[in-house]
T-cell receptor, first 113, second 111 residues
Framework: GENVEQHPSTLSVQEGDSAVIKCTYS??????FPWYKQELGKRPQLIID?????GEKKDQRIAVTLNKTAKHFSLHITETQPEDSAVYFC????????????FGTGTRLTVIP | DTAVSQTPKYLVTQMGNDKSIKCEQN?????MYWYKQDSKKFLKIMFS???????INETVPNRFSPKSPDKAHLNLHINSLELGDSAVYFC??????????FGQGTRLTVV
């Protein structure tokens, strides 16, 4: 099956700085890459996703980049705010109807006011 | 209306007991999942059901059995509970071209 690696496991940034989380995947057939945010005691929720026919996608302060050749994708958060503090998960899927999402190990982001 | 709902939210039980966690989705999705999140926050897929057929079953002990009475429900039954089964269990559902939606989680504590 798919193997998704995620780094770093913890990340602390000052409010207003940028944060970058990186993931690699093993299965070249994967073509859908979502990012989930999980606040303490809550469910994971989708914040942004990207499909393999796109190299970059942006939504306000959040952007995701994808390099299919190298099989890695990254989450970029600019102008971080304390409410961005959470655990972030990347995931990969083949999207062939089965929608099997394989998650990275998570990154605990702390934004220091 | 909650899109994916699971019950109970908390479950405390003794070793050796059998328990079930229920999950229902009202999104009309074809695929439902069970994930286990351990104390280190790792999210590991356990089962995936597509149109009531099991399509993947990762290395999960056979004490765990998913049961899907219909497309909107995927329940998780656990036999002979062990201390290591303590975790948060998340149900999720997804359509062919939609994101995966998660339930609120069930925190299982085995004592």
């Amino acid at each position: 099956g798919e193997n998704v690696e995620q780094h770093p496991s913890t990340l602390s940034v000052q409010e207003g700085d940028s944060a970058v989380i990186k993931c690699t995947y093993s299965d070249s057939a994967s073509n859908y890459f979502p990012w989930y945010k999980q606040e303490l005691g809550k469910r994971p929720q989708l914040i942004i996703d990207i499909r393999s026919n796109v190299g970059e996608k942006k939504d306000q302060r959040i952007a995701v980049t994808l390099n299919k050749t190298a099989k890695h994708f990254s989450l970029h958060i600019t102008e971080t705010q304390p409410e961005d503090s959470a655990v972030y998960f990347c995931a990969a899927s083949k999207r062939t109807g089965a929608n099997n999402l394989f998650f990275g190990t998570g990154t605990r982001l702390t934004v220091i006011p | 209306d909650t899109a994916v709902s699971q019950t109970p939210k908390y479950l405390v039980t003794q070793m050796g007991n059998d328990k079930s966690i229920k999950c229902e989705q009202n999104l009309g999705h074809d695929t439902m999942y069970w994930y286990k999140q351990d104390s280190k926050k790792f999210l590991k897929i356990m089962f995936s059901y597509n149109n009531k057929e099991l399509i993947i079953n990762e290395t999960v002990p056979n004490r765990f059995s998913p049961k899907s009475p219909d497309k909107a429900h995927l329940n998780l039954h656990i036999n002979s509970l062990e201390l290591g089964d303590s975790a948060v269990y998340f149900c999720a559902s997804a359509g062919v071209n939609t994101e995966a939606f998660f339930g609120q989680g069930t925190r299982l504590t085995v004592v």
